[in-house]
């Protein structure tokens, strides 16, 4: 599965932002659980959330519960991440992942990654 991430910018602190992730797909898009990490600069890829094969489950970092949401549209090969009250230490570059494992938060479990789009978050 082929990934792209895009919808990141400049936004200012409480703001909110919503990235998009585009799937292309040989098989069914909904045979992968879809994943968000971030990864700042000079700090490790971090896990934010992740959503089951047909979107009934979800998981999050306890850092991001409450502010970020993670969807899918199985029907337009779709994930999204929508990101509220945004702080400055959210600015970082967001990656879709996708998996056919069931609800992995290791970034080591995800076999396919997007390129990344920058977030930055003024204050």
């Known amino acids: 599965v082929q990934l792209q991430a895009f919808g990141g910018g400049l936004v200012q602190a409480g703001d909110s932002l919503r990235l998009s992730c585009a799937a292309s797909?040989?098989?069914?898009?909904?045979?992968?659980?879809m994943g968000w990490f971030r990864q700042a600069p000079g700090r490790e890829r971090e896990f934010l959330a992740a959503?089951?094969?047909?979107?009934?489950?979800?998981s999050y970092a306890d850092f991001v519960k409450g502010r970020f949401t993670i969807s899918r549209d199985n029907a337009k090969n779709m994930a999204y991440l929508q990101m509220n009250s945004l702080k400055p230490e959210d600015t970082a570059v967001y990656y879709c992942?996708?998996?056919?494992?069931?609800?992995?938060?290791?970034?080591?479990?995800?076999?396919?990654w997007g390129q990344g789009t920058l977030v930055t978050v003024s204050s």
């Open positions: 992942a996708a998996t056919q494992q069931y609800m992995p938060i290791m970034a080591s479990r995800f076999g396919s």
């Open positions: 797909v040989r098989r069914s898009f909904s045979n992968y659980c």
């Open positions: 959503i089951s094969w047909n979107g009934a489950s979800t």
